[in-house]
Each structure stands twice: as C-alpha cells, then as structure tokens.
C-alpha cells in the first residue's frame, strides 16, 4: 500500500466473458456494450444537463476541475435527492502536468456539541436510522463548497463565479423533473414533513409534482448568485450559515445542534490518496474518512492469488472468489474505519503482504466462509463491530470528468438518504451524514470506532478510484453511489475492467453481485439469480434484490477517450 504524495508520471476490446452481457436481456432500455468514444474530452454524469454543462466549461477553457464544479451545481438542481450544496463528498484528481494525484475530503462533520449518544434513548436503546434521518439532529456542516473551494484555488482555470453560470440559468428559468426525481418525489416517506421542502416538491393539493413538469428555483438561484460573488464564504458564515443553523435546530422533528460557530470552522481537507498495486496496475482510493478505498483496496489484494482473468464474469466460481474476498474485506472495514483524524485506523497493518497472505488464505474455492470475523493486523486496537446492512437508496452520484490537458477528476458526492434530512433551505437540501456514524457508540461494552464525536466525519463508503496502468499511464477513472453497495460496485467494476478486460460500457452493464459479509447479494432480472442454487449448495446465504448503482467511467488510451454511464439511473457519457 502506498500514501501518495506519489508523483505519477503519465506518460482492449471487448474480450472473454461479454456473453454474459449479450444474453442479458432485462433493463430493455439499457445502454449496452459500446462506450461513448471521444478525442479530446469526456465527461460521465447521472444528469444530461450536468454533463453538457460540464462540456460547456470545458469548451470554454476550463479545467477538469472547473467542469466538475459546474456539473455538481447543475446536480443539485436537477438530481436533488441525490447530492448538492448541503452535502459532501470525496474528489480524487490527476494532474496530467506533474503526474500529481490528490484527494480531496468534503466530507460533513458533526457539530462541536455532538455527542456519542446523541442517536440513543433515554434508556439508552439505539433508536431506528429511519427515525433518526429525518429533521436536524443528522445534518452535518455541509462540505462541498469548502471542497469545490479547495480544489478550484488548486486546479481550477475559469474565475470560480463563470463555472455557476450554467446552474444558476435554469434555476431562474425552470428546469424539467426527470422520471427519476419525479420517481423519489413519490415514493419518499415523509417527503413532505417540512414546510419549503413539500412547497417545492408538491403541488397545494398535496400532489408530488410530476415527470415533465418545470419548476424554477429562484432560492437556490439567489444561493448561487451569493457564493458565486463572494465565495465559499457567503455559504459559511453569514445570513446563508444563519438560516442552515436554524432551520437545523428549530426542525420541528428531530431538532438538531448546529451552532453558526460549525460552520465558521469548517474546513475542506487535501489529503494523500490511498494507493495499491493489483496485477501491476497501481490502483488509486479515497482514505479515511472513507472506507471505500479501503475495502476496495482490501478486496482486490485477498483475490490478487486467483487466476480472475480464466474465469467468465457471473459465473459461479468467480461471483464466489468475489464474494468470499468482499466479506473477509468488510469484516475489516465494519471493525476498524472512522475517520483516521480521531480513532488510529490499522491502514498498514490491513495491507502488510503477510496479513493479506493469511487473509486470502482463508478463502476455500469450495465453500462459503459464511459471516467472518475481522483479522487482526498490526496496529488494532480493542474495538467493537459497526452494525446493520444499510440499504441502497436514490442517493449519491459520481462524475468523472478528463480534460483536453489530459487533467482528470473522479469526483462521488451526497447528501445520504433520499433528499437528506428531508430540510431545505435556500434552495437546497440538507444532508443527514451524520447517520453514517455508528448509531450505537458501543458493541459488547468496547467503543465503535464509527462513533459520534464533535467535528468528527461519519464513515462513508464513497470510492472514487483512478486506475494506472503497468507503465504509470492512467487508465481508468470511476466511481458509484450505493452506500456501503459502493465498494462491492467499484470492487466488481475494477475486476471487469483489469482481469475481464470489458470496455467501460460493458464493465458498468454487467449483472451485479456483491458481499458486504452477510448474503452474497444478487441483482434481480438478471441472469445472475440463476446462481442462486449454486451459491446456496456452497453455503452462501443468497439475497436477490434490485439494485441501483449509478456507476460512471472513462477509459484513457492513446488519443483516445471512452466514456460509460450506468443505464439504472439517467447517466449519460458525451465527449468530444
Ligand atoms: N452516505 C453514504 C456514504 O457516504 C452514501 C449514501 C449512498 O450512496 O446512498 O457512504
């Protein structure tokens, strides 16, 4: 495992295994197969608009960064429940000029009066995350704009205000609700619980508003407007930080702590990524507060001994290697990530070629391990296990942008659940994060590393990656929403691209299946469930659900650039 600061000098056809992907016959309006093929730039987003926004800052000069920047504000307009302004998130950059790569760590924390039992009853049971994700109590200061802040002061090349531009047009204008966003509206419980939030989301008579219909945002258009001007600050201290605080803490559910004080302090922060090599290729993540990296790092390292690359994507022996890796991985993450900033996370001690042997070891190509128990490696303390399978929503997003100067950005954000705490102001929703911490502080009377503590950042499972080839060229770029579903996503994705060789349309398409040490978790309609029988005959406890990912990806090779977007949601790959 490397820490970079690494200066990285920059310098395959569909292959085995795309049968699968040929007989796959669900998701009928899916892309399949061929990528977005481009020479100059590309961009992969979950909205359309925010990608041709993006196009538009690139055109125009802009860096990878700078269309970032444009395509989250467009984001947050049109894909609300998913991230924006009142969230965070995790950035990882290429700087083609000095081979740099950089991490960046928007993640919210929690405030300064947090406590470790903020989650808990009065009789000290841990309350239901559903009820707990509702109103204040699990906003976290927002981190995007310091994060977007941080990176435009670094790689950014248009004056910041230019890149709010194309948001803030069709905020004043109105912009179209897309089947998606209509979709949430609907089926989100207590969606319309808070007074702004339901004016927006539903008409007077209490109907939620529809696909097709246009609706303007004139408040977060004023938003914009002000940071735009003035900078990230206008966001954090002043009339802006005041209305967050109270809306916050006067939530007429789940009243929460924030003080304008949180927000004064807040501070994105550059931090080295985490780096391995898997068959040659150096494989860039997101650190702590992340466990993304992490555990994607960890999964591939316990499969690195098996002869992936003989093996056809959804077959049975590799959906159980897979599977088998991903739950030894998870084991490790649930024990000891947290934010590395309070709690000494074994980072070393989890990649130690010794305790990844003995780990891998561990997997029987024959049978199922069943749930395991995490390892012990150099630098673990006494710690109790996080909990509970949290399940995949509508929210998150990826965007992975690369521009004509070879710059690259790979950039996850979100605001949590669906639409965050369900609080809006201004324009935007706010997040609930702070239910990534461990609701509970304890587990069999030791601490939980994942508890609450002031200004902490929650766990997250964001994963945004790079991908390097043997000779240091840069290969790929992805990332997924999906919760904790992010890892096994990126995970399998990565296992697709390297072993499978799959272009990055193909590798994203793929049926998916996943193991966050509990059911080996198949996606329904998919020719995956039939493995079911099979899994089950080698001990695994089979789960057959829908799932959403959201995966976006772009493929570097010489003069040319491939794009892929994730045909669950409504992303789209452009480039020119
Ligand atoms: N809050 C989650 C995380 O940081 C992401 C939520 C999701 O992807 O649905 O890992």
Known sequence: MKFLSLRHICAAALALGLALGLVWSAHADMQRGAPVRATHAMVAAADERAVDAALDILKAGGSAVDAAIAAQLVLGLVEPQSSGIGGGGFMLHFDAAT???????????????????????????????KDVALG????GVPGIFRLLELAHANHGRLPWARLFEPAIAPADAGFTISPRLAEAIAKTEALDTFDETRAYFFHDDGEPRQTGERIPNPAYAATLREVAAAGATAFY??????????????????????????????????????????????????????????????????????DLAALAPGSLEAVHLISEASRLAFADRDRYLADSDYVPVPLEGLFEPDYIKARSELIRPARSLGIVAP???????MLADTDAIVPEGESTSHLVVADEAGNVVSFTSSIERAFGSHLMVRGFLLNNELTDFNLDPKGDGAPVANRVEPGKRPRSSMAPTLVFEPGGALKHALGSPGGPRIIGYVAQTL?????????????????RHLNRNKATELEADTPLADLSDGLVALGHEVKIEPMNSGLQAIEFGSGRLEGGADPRREGIARGY
């Open 99 to 129: 081979g740099t790569i950089d991490s960046y760590d928007g993640r919210e924390t929690a405030p300064a009066a947090a406590t470790p039992d903020q989650f808990l009853t009065l009789d000290e049971q841990k309350r239901k995350r």
């Open 375 to 381: 390892g012990t490696p150099k630098g673990s303390g």
């Open 495 to 511: 296992i697709a691209l390297i072993d499978w060789r799959l272009n990055v349309q193909a590798a994203i398409d793929l049926p």
């Open 237 to 306: 201290t002043g009339p802006i930080a005041a209305d967050i605080v109270a809306a916050v803490r006067g939530a007429t559910v789940n009243p929460g702590r924030l003080v304008t004080e949180d927000l004064a302090l807040y501070q994105a922060v550059r931090r080295p990524p985490l780096c391995a090599d898997y068959r040659a290729h150096l494989i860039c993540g997101m650190g702590p507060p992340s466990s993304g990296g992490v555990a994607v790092l960890e999964t591939l390292k316990l499969l690195e001994r098996f």
């Open 136 to 139: 204040g109590l699990s906003v």
